[in-house]
């Protein structure tokens, strides 16, 4: 397994209010993984998503599937 530490990312699109996910995409291709973390909590729990699960996540956002 490799060592690899994750490099979260916040979209730019996220705005001050501090209500943002943050992801480590650079996991997918090494570990098959797409950790998620809540961004205020830094140092609290991740869910780590198959590469599957969060790209099928992506496109129900991007198509408007997930309702409001």
Known sequence: MT???P???KS???SSG???VEVAA???????????RDS???EG???DLSVAAFSSFV????GGGLGR
């Open 40 to 42: 205020k909590n830094a």
């Open 12 to 14: 730019s699109y996220s």
């Open 59 to 62: 496109a129900s956002v991007k």
């Open 45 to 47: 729990p991740v869910l």
């Open 18 to 20: 501090g209500e943002c």
């Open 3 to 5: 060592s690899e530490s």
């Open 26 to 36: 650079n996991l997918a291709a090494s570990r098959g993984i797409v950790p998620v």
């Open 7 to 9: 490099r979260w990312y």
